[in-house]
């Protein structure tokens, strides 16, 4: 059974397909980067399983605030029911990008298990991050049809934004 035009024009968006992961992969890589550098505290007491808590915290917070935002931005209010069930869907799409940090998580885990120094811990993070930002923007590139060759300049590119974060870091620190 066809719908009508009326019930095309007010049905709930479709789930982001494979881009939103990339997208979110991206951004909560970005994210974790951007908290590793701003909770180094020289000086300070460290204590990297609070930094791990935060850096989770903070990666929730922003995908369920992200997915808020993308419902309310989408939403027709000609539908009620779809309300809920649309929140639910906007806000579950935001999953990639809190996995996206958890290998800064596990990094900050496992450095209050073994004591590793801070510096050290930030400097294996963001250098991690932005290997896994140049990840994936090389395979976001592949996935929109940059030739395998030219991908990985992509790659470079996502990668700056990794370097960014360390230069700022650097600076401010």
């Known amino acids: 059974m066809t719908a009508s035009p009326q019930e095309r024009a007010f049905s709930p968006p479709p789930p982001r397909q494979h881009a939103g992961w990339r997208f979110s992969g991206v951004y909560g890589t970005v994210l974790a980067s951007g908290l590793l550098a701003a909770l180094e ?3 300070e007491h460290y204590s990297p399983f609070y ?3 935060w850096v989770l915290i903070t990666a929730v917070t922003a995908g369920l605030a992200h997915g808020y935002a993308h419902h309310m931005t989408t939403h027709q209010p000609d539908f009620p029911g779809h309300r809920w069930r649309g929140l639910g869907r906007a806000m579950w799409q935001e999953w990639p990008m809190v996995a996206a940090t958890l290998p800064s998580v596990a990094l900050l885990l496992l450095a ?3 004591g590793w120094p801070e510096n050290r811990v930030t400097g294996v993070g963001l250098a991690l991050n932005t290997a896994l930002l140049f990840g994936w923007g090389t395979l976001s590139a ?3 049809g940059y030739r395998r060759s030219t991908a990985p300049l992509i790659g470079l590119a996502d990668a700056g934004i990794g370097v960014l974060v360390i230069v700022a870091n650097a600076l401010i620190k």
């Open 41 to 43: 505290r020289t000086g």
């Open 51 to 53: 930094d791990a808590t």
């Open 112 to 114: 209050g298990l073994t």
């Open 142 to 144: 592949v996935r929109v």
